[in-house]
């Protein structure tokens, strides 16, 4: 949508689009960029979800079972003996039945006296209906102490979340350095094309020159036929300088997030030769390593492995919480066996100390530290080659400002050199060759002269890139 609508106003008003509105709706448009926000978006609701295991948590549990019997706690009736209170031993004797004769207990064959009256708990009332159980509860919890882990967690998520913030401006450095590369190719192949339209110009007015001292008898046809040649290589070179143009410009619109035929045209197409700017000069390397996002998201990753292994350490630590929770069931054994709802509170703690795993936790924190220190070696080396890198990009850019100024220096001469050939042809004391030799020697110093500024623009972004100092 912001693509279409991007192109929709470049159509519509024809407008003259800089290298900052370039780099903005690239920016804008990029789907890496995107799908870095949205890291950080997920990152953000990460540090919330931490945050949250601070506070008590709450939950709803239910359960519905149906059971094909019924329990009954009796397999037939229960038949008890009963006892009598006797005033003469002040205690109670089971009622048993006697032989009148003797007034000594009857037994069963087997010993056992026999009781004169007995209770009779039926079967039926130890039979509860247990077809249809609904249980549930509401219970809460409260963290008291889980050994770190949860401050540990905390700090991951917010370590995640900076390294994600830090993933996203590398993508937007990069995206910007592409934006870069594909807006100065556009303006190097405008000026090739003005250039080689120049050069196609000298050679069709050297070659009608020439044509008519032909027909004047001082020149030969060899002179005319030599600069046909000329004149159809300068055609060739302006249709592949004009055809590398068009594509230039797809490729940048296409960097821009818009449709590739999107029409564009540059702020910067009239290069200024003078305009190429200084480069950075902060080279503290100390600065260097705090401003590159490459490495803050390696700095991000050892904490995140630091506090890894704090969470890998409260595996060996008590745990700690209390619990509260309002239980309900239907049916309920409250008083008694009651087909309907009912329930009640309860409160506890519970705590749990890890006793013995067979070096299993003890080995997660060793394998956690040793993630650690391999983190820290990355970012080590990671140093080193920042250090190569920035001095690299800082020879280059050197090296393009002395370039640029031996082409600058180098254009004086051309222009002169061609200067002095047409006169001398004019005068007579210098032949065709002499003067095309003098323009393809034109054409080299201002196409080399294109490139050196192109070159030092490229050399002085990608130099703010490794120095951690380019503006987005």
Not at 30 to 40: F, G, P, S, V, Y
Not at 434 to 459: F, G, K, M, P, Y
């Amino acid at each position: 949508m912001l693509a279409a609508l991007g192109a929709a106003t470049l159509t519509a008003t024809a407008q003259v689009v800089s290298l900052d509105s370039c780099r903005n709706m690239a920016l804008r448009n990029n789907k890496t960029i995107m799908m870095a926000d949205r890291n950080i978006e997920g990152a953000g609701y990460q540090c919330k979800v931490a945050k949250a295991a601070y506070l008590p948590g709450i939950d709803f549990m239910a359960t519905y079972m149906y059971n094909q019997h019924k329990i009954s706690l009796l397999g037939a009736d229960a038949k008890l003996p009963t006892m009598s209170f006797d005033p003469a031993s002040m205690s109670y004797k089971y009622n048993l039945l006697t032989n009148p004769a003797t007034g000594a207990p009857v037994t069963t064959p087997d010993g056992q006296p026999i009781p004169s009256q007995v209770a009779v708990i039926p079967k039926e009332a130890m039979t509860y209906d247990i077809h249809n159980v609904v249980a549930g509860a509401i219970t809460l919890t409260q963290p008291v102490y889980m050994g770190g882990e949860i401050r540990a967690m905390n700090e991951i998520t917010k370590y995640a979340e900076q390294l994600a913030i830090s993933m996203r401006n590398s993508a937007v450095q990069d995206v910007v350095y592409s934006v870069d590369e594909a807006y100065w190719l556009v303006v190097s192949l405008k000026q090739k094309q003005r250039l080689a339209q120049s050069f196609a110009s000298l050679v069709d007015t050297l070659n009608y020159n020439v044509n008519e001292m032909y027909k004047e008898g001082v020149a030969t046809k060899s002179d005319c036929l030599t600069l046909d040649v000329k004149r159809n290589e300068a055609q060739i070179a302006l249709t592949k300088v004009t055809n590398g143009l068009s594509l230039a410009r797809m490729a940048l619109a296409q960097v821009c997030g818009l449709p590739v035929n999107t029409p564009m045209t540059l702020a910067d197409e009239d290069l200024d030769v003078n305009s190429a700017g200084a480069a950075p000069v902060n080279m503290d390397m100390q600065g260097v390593y705090e401003r590159r996002q490459d490495l803050a998201a390696l700095r991000a990753g050892i904490r995140i492995f630091e506090q890894q292994e704090k969470v890998a350490r409260a595996s060996m630590l008590p745990k700690l919480a209390v619990v509260a929770a309002w239980s309900f069931s239907n049916p309920n054994t409250i008083d008694g066996f009651e087909k309907r709802f009912g329930g009640g509170f309860s409160v506890g703690a519970t705590l749990q100390v890890p006793i013995w795993h067979w070096g299993g936790n003890i080995n997660k924190v060793k394998a956690a530290q040793a993630a650690t220190a391999a983190q820290r070696l990355q970012l080590e080396d990671a140093e080193s080659l920042v250090d190569l890198q920035v001095n690299q990009a800082r020879f280059r850019y050197d090296e393009a400002h002395k370039t640029l100024e031996m082409t600058r220096a180098n254009l004086v001469s051309a222009d002169e050199n061609l200067k002095n050939a047409d006169y001398g042809f004019k005068e007579g004391v210098l032949t065709s060759d002499d003067v095309t030799a003098a323009q393809t020697a034109w054409l080299q110093a201002h196409s080399e002269n294109i490139d050196a500024e192109i070159s030092l623009r490229l050399c002085r972004v990608y130099l703010g890139k490794v120095l951690g100092t380019m503006a987005y």
